[in-house]
């Protein structure tokens, strides 16, 4: 059974899961737009334009503190570079897809999409119309984000400043992360990066979320090659 | 102005998606080049965490007893041991708002 329905259904499905840590998560950055005092308009246009929840967070905490828009902009470009990634493996299994649907469809590549979706295109039993369950998938993660965004801006107008919701943001960062704590080269960036993110802090435009990923990675390559020569 | 910038980073952000599916075959990412991008979450977070945990409000370092310094001492140990989102998120939540009350 290879209905286009059905291997929508399951992308529904298999997504579910990971629509827990989603849900508090959108509601948070909702909350947190109107408390560093963007407009509701303007925070929910950021959940549709973007769309990446991680980025989005990044980029008005980054307006609201003064980084010039350039800043802004291109950090979001850097945390979100890792699309590239998951669109080179999922791309052999939709090259038949006409260039339209390909754009189309590209729009839904997030982390849990391709998560769930690549583990369901790697299985064999289905040869026909694969790309339903990525938009399966896509679809219900994007419905998720963009009401749980909407809540988030209704309660954020209601949450009190003194619960200091702010610092939620640093704790879903770490969240995002706490599964590499695990690995020794990956903790070592973390703590390269960090550190460096502290001594250029005061470098004009909050430049700081730029210089530090270059140096981040300039020392994971480092950490790459130490390890091939073992 | 700001708006402009919603669209622009939407639209690179579009372009981080759908360029590897369209323009190029994927295995143009080379084998270094993909490793090396699995490193960038470890990079760009921790480039939030810090400041936001280590500076106050106006840039300076904050106390060694600062509430946030438990909170995500908390939610480091809960999310080292339980590999659960929301478990590291409330956990450092409740522990800072048990220090600020």
């Not at chain 1, 899961?17 to 959108?26: A, M, Q, R, T």
């Not at chain 2, 080292?80 to 998120?89: D, E, G, R």
Request: charged share 10%.
């Amino acid at each position: 059974m290879s209905s286009k329905l059905s291997i929508f259904k399951t992308g529904s499905i298999d997504i579910a899961p990971l629509l827990i840590p989603v849900i508090p998560f959108g509601i948070i950055f909702g909350a947190i737009g109107i408390e560093l005092g963007f407009s509701p308009l303007m925070t929910y246009a950021t959940s549709l334009i973007i769309f990446g929840g991680a980025s989005q967070i990044v980029f008005i905490q980054l307006l609201s503190g003064g980084a010039s828009s350039l800043v802004a902009i291109t950090s979001v470009g850097v945390i979100n570079s890792r699309h590239f990634l998951y669109g080179a493996v999922l791309t052999e299994y939709l090259e038949k897809l006409s260039l339209i649907k390909k754009l189309l469809i590209s729009y839904l590549i997030t982390d849990q999409t391709f998560a769930v979706s690549n583990k369901f295109f790697k299985s064999k039993h289905v040869k026909k119309n694969k790309h339903y369950h990525l938009l399966g998938a896509g679809i219900t993660l994007w419905t998720t984000w963009q009401v749980t965004t909407i809540i988030g801006i209704l309660l954020g107008s209601i949450v009190p400043e003194e619960w200091g919701l702010k610092f939620a943001i640093p704790l879903t960062f770490l969240a995002i992360i706490i599964n590499e704590f695990r690995k020794l080269d990956h903790v070592l960036v973390m703590l390269i990066s960090g550190i460096s993110s502290l001594i250029f802090f005061d470098v004009p435009f909050k430049a700081y979320i730029v210089i530090t990923p270059f140096i981040g990675l300039f020392s994971a390559l480092i950490i790459i090659k130490i390890k091939e020569n073992q | 102005m700001s708006w402009l910038s919603v669209i622009i980073a939407g639209l690179i952000t579009y372009f981080t998606r759908f360029s590897m599916i369209t323009f190029v075959n994927g295995k143009m990412l080379n084998k270094k080049v993909r490793l090396v991008l699995s490193y960038v979450p470890s990079t760009v977070f921790p480039a939030i965490i810090f400041p936001a945990v280590f500076f106050n409000d106006y840039g300076n370092l904050v106390d060694a007893s600062d509430p946030k310094i438990f909170g995500i001492l908390a939610a480091i140990i809960i999310g080292y041991f339980s590999k659960n989102i929301i478990a590291t998120i409330i956990s450092g939540l409740i522990v800072y708002w048990i220090f600020i009350f």
